[in-house]
C-alpha cells in the first residue's frame, strides 16, 4: 500500500436501491447480534469490488485512460448474483472487514465477468494489477470482532453494468469515474443495453 496514497481506484458491480436496503437491514441484525462497534457503509458504499487498480497520491490520469480503455473492450452478460453468508475476514488482527459472501449459487456470472475484465487488464498493460484470487463478496463495515461464517437470509439482485471507481482514502468518498453496461439477456454479439 502507498503510504502516502490519497486516491483509491477499483472496478466494482453495485446492488441496486433495494438490494442495498435489504443488505443495510441484514447489516444492522448482523451488528446487534454480534456486539460489532463498526458502522455500516452508506448504501451508495455498498459493492462486490472486481479489481482493485491500486492507491495513489492523485488522480493518476493516464492510469484511468488505460483502465477505462481496457474495460471498454469487456463484452459480458446481464447476471444475477445474491449473497447467502455473513463472515469476518481474519487476515489482519484488527480492523477486519465483516462481510456478506456471494452464494456459490449465484457466483458464476460476478466470476466470468471478473476473469473477463482481468484479461482484458492483462492486454492493456495493467497485468499488475490483476489478481486471479477472488473470493465475491460485499463489506458490510470494519471491526475488531472476528465472526465466524454464518448463513444470512438472501439478498439477489440482477447486475446490469460494471464501474470504474474513485475513492477518496479516508473519507468514504466513493465517485463513479465510467460505467459499462452488461450485454441483455439474449442480445446478440456488440448489443449493449442502453
Not at 441496486?16 to 441484514?26: I, K
Amino acid at each position: 500500500m502507498n503510504t502516502g496514497a490519497t486516491d483509491r481506484l477499483f472496478f466494482a458491480v453495485y446492488p441496486d436501491a433495494a438490494a442495498a436496503a435489504a443488505l443495510l437491514e441484514r447489516a444492522e441484525a448482523l451488528r446487534v447480534r454480534h456486539g460489532l462497534r463498526g458502522r455500516s457503509f452508506a448504501p451508495s458504499r455498498l459493492h462486490v469490488t472486481l479489481h482493485f487498480v491500486g492507491d495513489h497520491a492523485g488522480l493518476p490520469a493516464a492510469l484511468v485512460e488505460t483502465a477505462c480503455a481496457s474495460a471498454s473492450s469487456v463484452r459480458a452478460p446481464a447476471f444475477d448474483i445474491g449473497v447467502d453468508r455473513a463472515a469476518s475476514f481474519v487476515r489482519r488482527p484488527r480492523n477486519r472487514p465483516f462481510v456478506l459472501l456471494v452464494a456459490e449459487a449465484q457466483s458464476a456470472g460476478v466470476r466470468r465477468l471478473q476473469a473477463a475484465l482481468g484479461d482484458a487488464m492483462q492486454h492493456a498493460g495493467l497485468g499488475r494489477h490483476v489478481d486471479t484470487r477472488f473470493t465475491p463478496h460485499l463489506t458490510l463495515m470494519y471491526d475488531d470482532a472476528a465472526v465466524e461464517p454464518e448463513p444470512v437470509d438472501p439478498v439477489s439482485w440482477t447486475v446490469r453494468e460494471f464501474r470504474l471507481m474513485h475513492s477518496r482514502i479516508g473519507r468514504g468518498q466513493h465517485e463513479v469515474l465510467a460505467r459499462w453496461p452488461l450485454e441483455r439477456a439474449g442480445a446478440g454479439a456488440g448489443e449493449t443495453m442502453q
